[in-house]
């Protein structure tokens, strides 16, 4: 410890959480947990106490996304990428066409590959840093990608494939790290799904879905085609969209859920909403995120990774660092200030710095992050 850098406490944010996931949870997420504790820890999720907390965050996702006529909040345990799996077993008839642009939208991509009843799915990539859309494909069911890719910082379109509409496909959105910090238009989507522990808050093992008609119906005649004889298709149970649907629709889950998950989750979406929605989530987290990129841009050793402004993110920025400066320094040294998970994603290998900029992180925090990072690289230079 004795090269520590010791950056002054008046620099220090007030809260050193800025993971891109999991991401702060805020103290009075803490509180409502013990304050549930002695109610609801512990029961079952079957019962009305539990059940009521689930109608909250059903009501509320409605709420916040300000979701079309028919549309459904739909949620079961796993995290998205379960509903990777799920989407491959229940909502995707034949064949799908993906988005390819970093770690996580590549990964839906390859369970498509991996599944023996679909057809060899149609891949469009762009380099990390950057983002492509699926492209209209004939012979395509679903079109499938990130709104925000959690890995590079990259944040792309949500809007139907031109085309798409005739051909009957659904557009199915990973918002894992994107839904409550980007501004989306779900009726360009038919299932808009992410984990809660990004800008809701939350813990993981849990997904949310925002589901369209055409979405629901499709899982209903997908999983009863692979019940008829001699089909080659197999939905587990645990995969089957149709029973999740049922279930939520009676205010619970399949299996039994995390009810810590649910209660943080609740509060959360309570404390978004209270505060003005999405709007608000919106504008909080283009503050935070704007801040950094202009600090990264004035900065002599410190630039944006993605050069395309209009594809920055505004709710995981990554922030590339001048090779004469190790980033894995800069890390350590906010770390052991009590600033913690700013480094970059570590499959992506570059000498980056990655920092979540969710609703729950105050902007005064990330201008005081700015300022701690500025005074290690002086420090460590020294």
């Given at each position: 410890m004795g090269n520590t850098v010791r950056i002054p406490s008046e620099l220090i944010p007030k809260d050193g959480r800025f993971g891109s996931g999991p991401s702060k949870i805020r103290p009075d997420q803490i509180e409502a947990i013990r304050s549930g504790a002695q109610s609801l820890m512990g029961t079952s999720h079957r019962q009305s106490p539990v059940k009521q907390v689930v109608a909250s965050i059903r009501e509320g996702l409605s709420s916040f996304f300000s979701i079309p006529d028919g549309y459904e909040i739909a949620l079961g345990n796993g995290g998205a990428s379960a509903f990777w799996d799920m989407a491959c077993a229940s909502l995707i008839n034949r064949k799908a066409a993906f988005g390819s642009y970093g770690s996580f939208s590549a990964k839906f991509a390859q369970s498509a590959h991996r599944a023996p009843f679909l057809e060899e799915p149609v891949i469009y990539e762009s380099e990390p840093g950057t983002f492509r859309l699926p492209e209209f494909t004939e012979g395509v069911d679903a079109y499938c990608w990130a709104h925000n890719e959690t890995s590079t910082g990259v944040a792309a379109p949500v809007e139907r494939i031109p085309g798409s509409a005739e051909q009957q496909a659904l557009i199915l959105v990973d918002a894992t790290s994107a839904a409550g910090a980007l501004p989306v238009d779900i009726a360009q989507t038919d299932a808009y799904y992410f984990s809660p522990q990004k800008a809701f808050g939350s813990d993981g093992g849990l997904w949310l879905a925002v589901l369209s008609p055409d979405a629901i119906e499709r899982a209903q005649a997908v999983e009863a085609s692979a019940s008829l004889e001699g089909a080659r298709r197999w939905v587990p149970p645990f995969l089957?969209?149709?029973?999740?649907?049922?279930?939520?629709?009676?205010?619970?889950?399949?299996?039994?859920?995390?009810?810590?998950?649910?209660?943080?989750?609740?509060e959360q979406i309570q404390w978004l909403n209270n505060n003005g929605g999405l709007a608000w989530a919106v504008a909080r987290c283009a503050k935070s995120s704007s801040l950094?990129?202009?600090?990264?841009?004035?900065?002599e050793y410190a630039s944006p990774f993605v050069s395309d402004t209009s594809a920055r993110s505004q709710a995981v920025v990554t922030i590339d660092i001048d090779g004469?400066?190790?980033?894995a320094q800069i890390i350590a040294a906010l770390r052991d200030n009590g600033i913690v998970d700013t480094a970059g994603y570590r499959k992506l290998g570059r000498n980056q710095l990655r920092i979540g900029v969710f609703p729950s992180v105050e902007p005064h925090d990330v201008v005081a992050l700015t300022e701690c990072i500025d005074y290690v690289v002086e420090h460590i230079q020294q």
């Amino acid at each position: 410890m004795g090269n520590t850098v010791r950056i002054p406490s008046e620099l220090i944010p007030k809260d050193g959480r800025f993971g891109s996931g999991p991401s702060k949870i805020r103290p009075d997420q803490i509180e409502a947990i013990r304050s549930g504790a002695q109610s609801l820890m512990g029961t079952s999720h079957r019962q009305s106490p539990v059940k009521q907390v689930v109608a909250s965050i059903r009501e509320g996702l409605s709420s916040f996304f300000s979701i079309p006529d028919g549309y459904e909040i739909a949620l079961g345990n796993g995290g998205a990428s379960a509903f990777w799996d799920m989407a491959c077993a229940s909502l995707i008839n034949r064949k799908a066409a993906f988005g390819s642009y970093g770690s996580f939208s590549a990964k839906f991509a390859q369970s498509a590959h991996r599944a023996p009843f679909l057809e060899e799915p149609v891949i469009y990539e762009s380099e990390p840093g950057t983002f492509r859309l699926p492209e209209f494909t004939e012979g395509v069911d679903a079109y499938c990608w990130a709104h925000n890719e959690t890995s590079t910082g990259v944040a792309a379109p949500v809007e139907r494939i031109p085309g798409s509409a005739e051909q009957q496909a659904l557009i199915l959105v990973d918002a894992t790290s994107a839904a409550g910090a980007l501004p989306v238009d779900i009726a360009q989507t038919d299932a808009y799904y992410f984990s809660p522990q990004k800008a809701f808050g939350s813990d993981g093992g849990l997904w949310l879905a925002v589901l369209s008609p055409d979405a629901i119906e499709r899982a209903q005649a997908v999983e009863a085609s692979a019940s008829l004889e001699g089909a080659r298709r197999w939905v587990p149970p645990f995969l089957s969209l149709t029973s999740a649907v049922e279930n939520s629709r009676k205010d619970q889950t399949l299996n039994t859920p995390a009810l810590a998950t649910l209660i943080m989750l609740n509060e959360q979406i309570q404390w978004l909403n209270n505060n003005g929605g999405l709007a608000w989530a919106v504008a909080r987290c283009a503050k935070s995120s704007s801040l950094l990129y202009s600090w990264a841009e004035n900065s002599e050793y410190a630039s944006p990774f993605v050069s395309d402004t209009s594809a920055r993110s505004q709710a995981v920025v990554t922030i590339d660092i001048d090779g004469a400066i190790n980033a894995a320094q800069i890390i350590a040294a906010l770390r052991d200030n009590g600033i913690v998970d700013t480094a970059g994603y570590r499959k992506l290998g570059r000498n980056q710095l990655r920092i979540g900029v969710f609703p729950s992180v105050e902007p005064h925090d990330v201008v005081a992050l700015t300022e701690c990072i500025d005074y290690v690289v002086e420090h460590i230079q020294q």
